[in-house]
């Protein structure tokens, strides 16, 4: 069995800073492409960020410029720095992790969600 624990999550204020982690843990062979999610309240859950396992990055156009996502590998372990917050940035955030278990069973596993509240 594989987990995803996510942490970091908080309260800020408008132009404060956060930086959430990842950590998969469980079962794992390797992990191919990692990212950052998020859903508000009455919205579709949607891409903030990516990244490879080689380390190519995807940005959603609302966060260009303002977050940034890396990962450890040798940790199994994803960040999202996110810098200059707007109370817009408020949800709760999710990893995902597509990975490959021991096994050979390819997998997509969910965090169970971090909050980001941003006050105005």
């Known amino acids: 069995q594989v987990q995803l ?3 970091g999550g908080g309260l800020v204020q408008a132009g404060g800073s956060l930086r959430l982690s990842c950590t998969a843990s469980g079962s794992i062979f390797s992990i191919n492409a990692m990212g950052w999610y998020r859903q508000a309240p009455g919205k579709q859950r949607e ?7 080689g380390g190519s990055t995807n940005y959603a156009d609302s ?8 990962r450890d590998n040798a940790k199994n372990t994803m960040y999202l720095q996110m810098n200059s917050l707007k109370p817009e940035d408020t ?3 999710y990893c995902n992790a597509a990975l490959v278990e021991y096994g ?3 997998n997509a596993y969910w965090g169970q969600g971090t909050q980001v509240t941003v006050s105005s």
């Not at 891409?47 to 396992?53: E, F, G, Q």
Request: net charge positive; proline share 0%; no cysteine.
């Open 5 to 7: 624990v996510e942490s």
């Open 47 to 53: 891409l903030v960020a990516a990244i490879t396992s």
């Open 63 to 70: 966060v260009k410029g303002r977050f940034t996502i890396s």
């Open 91 to 93: 949800a709760n955030y």
């Open 104 to 106: 050979g069973r390819w």
